[in-house]
C-alpha cells in the first residue's frame, strides 16, 4: 500500500489566487475496501517558548526550566484551512459509500485555490468544525481540526503570511497538503500523506508615485591636521602665517566639514529581488579647501522578526550584507574652491545592480508572527587615500569596522569615520504585482465601504498597531485625571472567549486587509499567463520535519 501526493506543474512558490491542483495516486497490492478520501488544504502559524530564549536571571527563565521539553508551550494558528472531498464525490450521494479498489494504482484529482487572507480570524468559520464526523459521508470517521481552540488565540485579520523558517524551536509558518484515506473498521488505521509547498503572498496596493524623499542625514567635523601643519611650515623656512598667504592658510588650516545624506523614495519601499533605489549625497559645510574622499561604503538591511506565544514575545534579529566594499576613493567634496552648501552624488555603481538576497521574505504581520526591516548604511570618509586603489573584499571593511583587523588588510587609512544612517521605517514587498483589475476591484470596495474605528485596547488593534512600532507592545494607557476614581472594568463573561467578546460590548476592528476573498474566485492569479516567477527560497526543506512541534 501507498498514497502519493503529486501536484501539477508545481512552481516554486505559490501565491494568492493560484490554483493548487494534482492527484491522490493510491497504490494498492490487494483488493482494499475505503470509504472517504478528505483532501486538506493547510498553513500553520507556530511560536514555541524554550529555557533558551530567555536570559537567565530573567523570571521567564526560572519559570520555563522547571517546565519538561514535552511540556513547552506552544501556540499554533490556522492561518489556511480548506478541506475537499475527493471520493465519493459530494454531488453523487450524501449517504456513507465505501468502494473496493482493486489491486493495482488508482487516481483521484483534487484542486484548491489560495484566499488572500488567514482563515484563524473567521470566528464563524472556526466554530463551526471541530471532532469527528459520523461514520459515511464527508469527513466519515476522519478526524477534522478542533476551530474552537482558534477562538481562544487573539488574531488579526491579515494577508496569508510568507512561508519562514531558520528559526529552530521559536517560530516557523508551513503550507502543506494533506490527504487521508478512510478504511471502515475499528481495527483498521487510516491512510495518511502529506507534502508541503513555498508560499509567497501578493503585494498590497502600492501608493500613487511621489516626487517625496525620505532621507537619514548627519554631518561630521574633521579635527586639525596640527602637526602637518607645523611639519610643512618648517620645511619650507617660513611661518604659519607669512605675509600675502594669510587667507589661503587659513584655509587650508580649516578642517573640512561634511555632511552625509542617503535619500529613499517616500513612502519608503523596499522589493525582493530588485536592487535598493538608494542616493547618497554628500554636502560641504565649510570653506575648507582639504579633499575628502569616500574610502568604505557596506549597505545591511536588518530583519526583525517578532514572535509571541501566550503572551511571551521574543524578538530576533538577521542582517543582510547588500553591498560592502573598502580601498574606494571617490571625492565628496567636488572642487577644492567650491562654494559651502553644493552637493556632490556619490555614484550608484556599487550597488545600482545588486538585487535584495533571495532569502529575504516580505514584510508581514500575522497572529503570533511579525517581520519589519530597517536599512543601515555605513559611510566611511577620510582626508587620505586608501593605501589600494582596487576595493577590497567585502569582508575587510566589515571586520574593520567592528575593529577586527588589522590596518593593512583593511586598506583603509587611520583618520577614516564612519557614519551610520539608518531608516527605521521601511517596507519590503514581495514584488508580485497585483493585477490591474484586481486593483479596480480594491478601489471600489474602498469608496462603498467606510472607514472602521479602530480601537487601541482591542487586541486586534494591539497586534498590528503596537507602540514605537513594535507589533507585539501593549497599548499606551490614556491620560487620568488627578484625585479621581479611574472608571470599573468591564465585567468579564466566562462564556464569550476573549476573541468573541460579549453580545454588549461595542465591536471595533482594526484596520481590515486590502483584498477579499471573495475577489480570489473571479480574478485571474498574477502567473496565470505563465510568467516568470522571482527567486525565492524561504524554506529549505518544506517536507522535513517541523522545526518547533516535539
Known amino acids: 500500500m501507498a498514497v502519493r501526493i503529486l501536484l501539477d506543474n508545481p512552481p516554486e512558490f505559490y501565491t494568492n489566487m493560484d490554483t493548487v491542483s494534482g492527484r491522490i495516486q493510491i497504490t494498492v497490492n490487494r483488493t482494499e475496501t475505503i470509504g472517504a478520501i478528505v483532501v486538506k488544504l493547510e498553513g500553520e502559524s507556530t511560536t514555541a517558548v524554550r529555557v533558551g530564549n530567555f536570559g537567565e536571571n530573567s523570571i521567564e527563565y526560572n519559570t520555563m526550566r522547571r517546565v519538561p521539553p514535552s511540556a513547552m508551550p506552544t501556540e499554533t494558528h490556522k492561518v489556511l484551512y480548506k478541506i475537499e472531498q475527493a471520493f465519493p464525490p459530494l454531488s453523487e450521494s450524501n449517504q456513507p459509500v465505501t468502494a473496493a479498489l482493486s489491486a493495482g494504482r488508482h487516481d483521484f484529482k483534487f484542486m484548491f485555490r489560495l484566499p488572500f487572507n488567514n482563515a484563524c480570524s473567521d470566528t464563524a468559520a472556526m466554530a463551526n468544525l471541530g471532532g469527528i464526523a459520523g461514520v459515511g ?76 524623499l525620505a532621507f537619514a542625514r548627519r554631518p561630521f567635523a574633521f579635527s586639525p591636521r596640527k602637526r602637518r601643519a607645523l611639519s610643512s611650515a618648517g620645511s619650507s623656512g617660513k611661518g604659519l602665517l607669512s605675509s600675502g598667504n594669510s587667507g589661503l592658510d587659513e584655509a587650508q588650516s580649516l578642517p573640512p566639514t561634511v555632511e552625509v545624506s542617503a535619500l529613499l523614495p517616500h513612502p519608503t519601499i523596499l522589493t525582493c529581488n530588485k536592487p535598493i533605489p538608494l542616493r547618497i549625497v554628500a554636502t560641504k559645510k565649510m570653506p575648507s579647501t582639504e579633499p575628502v574622499y569616500l574610502v568604505a561604503l557596506e549597505i545591511s538591511l536588518i530583519g526583525h522578526t517578532d514572535t509571541r506565544c501566550h503572551e511571551l514575545s521574543l524578538r530576533e534579529t538577521n542582517r543582510w550584507i547588500v553591498c560592502a566594499a573598502s580601498g574606494l576613493s571617490i571625492p565628496v567634496t567636488g572642487d577644492p574652491e567650491a562654494d559651502v552648501g553644493s552637493e556632490i552624488t556619490v555614484p550608484d555603481d556599487l550597488w545600482r545592480n545588486i538585487p535584495l538576497p533571495n532569502t529575504v521574505h516580505p514584510s508581514f504581520v500575522t497572529c503570533n508572527i511579525a517581520r519589519s526591516y530597517e536599512l543601515e548604511i555605513r559611510v566611511g570618509l577620510s582626508r587620505d587615500l586608501p593605501q589600494a586603489s582596487s576595493p577590497s573584499a567585502a569582508t575587510s571593511f566589515t571586520k574593520m569596522f567592528k575593529g577586527t583587523a588589522k590596518e593593512s588588510d583593511a586598506k ?15 517596507q519590503v514587498f514581495s514584488g508580485i504585482a497585483p493585477s490591474s483589475e484586481l486593483l479596480s476591484q480594491v478601489h471600489q470596495r474602498q469608496s462603498q465601504v467606510p472607514p472602521q474605528r479602530t480601537s487601541a485596547s482591542s487586541p486586534s488593534a494591539t497586534l498590528a498597531n503596537g507602540a514605537n512600532g513594535s507589533l507585539y507592545s501593549r497599548p499606551a494607557l490614556p491620560p487620568r485625571r488627578p484625585n479621581t476614581q479611574s472608571d470599573p472594568a468591564p465585567a468579564y463573561d466566562p462564556l464569550y472567549p476573549p476573541q468573541i ?29 505563465a510568467e516568470a516567477r522571482p527567486a525565492y527560497s524561504g524554506m529549505t526543506d518544506v517536507n522535513g520535519p517541523s522545526q518547533v512541534k516535539h
Open 501 to 529: 467578546g460579549t453580545p454588549a460590548d461595542a465591536t471595533y476592528e482594526a484596520a481590515p486587509p486590502s483584498y477579499e476573498d471573495a475577489m480570489a474566485e473571479t480574478v485571474a492569479g498574477p502567473f496565470e499567463n
Open 412 to 426: 583603509i587609512p587611520m583618520d577614516t569615520i564612519m557614519l551610520p544612517l539608518r531608516f527605521t521605517k521601511l
Open 137 to 212: 459521508g464527508f469527513g466519515s470517521g476522519l478526524r477534522v481540526m478542533d476551530g474552537s481552540k482558534q477562538l481562544f488565540l487573539r488574531h488579526v485579520h491579515k494577508t496569508l503570511p510568507p512561508s519562514l523558517t531558520g528559526f529552530p524551536g521559536l517560530a516557523e509558518i508551513r503550507y502543506y497538503v494533506k490527504v487521508t484515506v478512510q478504511r471502515p473498521g475499528l481495527l483498521k488505521e487510516n491512510w495518511r500523506s502529506h507534502i508541503g509547498f513555498r508560499f509567497m503572498p501578493i503585494e498590497e496596493p502600492r501608493p500613487p508615485p511621489s516626487t517625496s
